[in-house]
């Protein structure tokens, strides 16, 4: 018998292993193209040592000259030491701590992402479409940003209010099951859980460049598949499915500026949109996520996984 999927091994853990980088995507070798520092030759310049040794000074002042010149050197290069390290530490301290922005974090799922990466230490940008009544966001310590993700309008402000700040990662997470299947129900559904992540991910793509290593998760569902797909849930599944081909297209579009981009399905939780039954409790599944994220390459872009790392097919 199988194992559960959230025992299987993580998918992406396995396949790190025989990852090599961003050539083995087939991104163009100019992006991992070494730096190169002067060459030996452009450095040395035999003139002055030359000139040095013809010099007619006596041995004495030779002697006395090269101890001074030893106490310059060692003088310099420990206060050169000191500032260059001084800096590598204040940039590092800048950069060090990553950070996440998650959409519909007020509740459920959203909640128990924000709360596991700030646990991973990560600093939380956390949107909810009313701040004021996100108190267990506000308690967990997120900074809190309005949202709603199907008003260009607020999408356009919150890239304006978080320009030149880097984003690591971005959880397209804010989604609705609707419960009728009529054609305004339906347009609504696509605008949240499909044009949400599309217009979101793209406003932000600036500041997802600024991080070494950008990733966009969407969060999209098991309903949404094709192959293998259940067959229903109407607007959902249309809105899922075509969220995935929005991960493909973010994909294509921006691997080249090494944005790793993928769609999960959470598995069945323990939501409000899930409902009391639903087999799994959210930290279990933000917890699951996390570690997919953190072992993600740009190898993984471009698919659809498990929350747990197994990969699923379209
Ligand atoms: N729970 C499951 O079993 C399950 C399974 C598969 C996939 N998923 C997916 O996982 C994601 C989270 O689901 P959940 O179970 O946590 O759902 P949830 O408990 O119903 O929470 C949904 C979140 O999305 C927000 N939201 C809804 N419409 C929004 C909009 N127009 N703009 C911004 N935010 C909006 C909600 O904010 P308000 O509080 O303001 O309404 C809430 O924060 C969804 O994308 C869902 O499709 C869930």
Redesign the pocket.
């Known amino acids: 018998m199988g194992k559960a999927p959230e025992e299987q091994e993580l998918a992406v853990g396995s396949a790190r292993k025989s990852n090599e980088g961003g050539r083995a995507m087939g991104l163009p070798n100019d992006t991992y193209q070494q730096e190169t520092g002067p060459t030996f030759s452009s450095l040395k310049n035999p003139l002055p040592v030359r000139r040095f040794l013809l010099m007619k000074i006596s041995k004495h002042r030779i002697i006395e000259k090269t101890i001074s010149w030893l106490r310059f050197g060692f003088l310099s290069l420990t206060i050169a030491g000191f500032s260059s390290g001084g800096m590598a530490a204040e940039e590092a301290g800048e950069d060090e701590q990553l950070t996440a922005l998650i959409?519909?974090?007020?509740?459920?799922?959203?909640?128990a992402f924000a709360e596991k990466f700030m646990e991973a230490g990560y600093h939380v940008i956390g949107?909810?479409?009313?701040p004021e009544e996100a108190t267990e966001l506000k308690e967990a310590g997120a900074e809190i940003m309005a949202?709603?993700?199907?008003d260009d309008k607020q999408i356009e402000a919150l890239a304006k209010k978080l320009a030149g700040r880097k984003i690591d990662l971005l959880i397209n997470?804010?989604?609705?099951?609707p419960k009728s299947n009529d054609r305004e129900t339906m347009m609504k559904t696509y605008s949240?859980?499909t044009l949400?992540p599309y217009f979101l991910s793209e406003a932000l793509i600036e500041n997802l460049k600024l991080s070494p290593a950008p990733k966009i998760v969407n969060?999209?569902?098991?309903?949404g598949q094709l192959t293998n797909g259940q067959g229903w849930a109407g607007g959902?599944a249309f809105s899922?499915a075509a969220l995935n081909m929005v991960t493909r297209n973010l994909h294509s579009s921006h691997r080249n500026e090494g944005m790793m981009v993928i769609s999960i399905?959470?598995?069945?939780?323990k939501?409000?949109?899930?409902g009391d039954g639903?087999p799994?409790d959210?930290a279990h599944t933000a917890a699951k996520l996390a570690e997919l994220v953190e072992n993600l390459t740009p190898d993984h872009s471009g698919k659809f996984f498990l929350y747990s790392g197994q990969e699923l097919d379209w």
């Open positions: 959409t519909g974090a007020n509740r459920g799922l959203g909640l949107t909810a479409r009313k949202l709603d993700v199907t997470n804010a989604g609705i099951f949240v859980n949400g969060v999209s569902s098991q309903l959902y899922k399905h959470p598995g069945h939780n939501t409000d949109m899930g639903a799994l959210p």
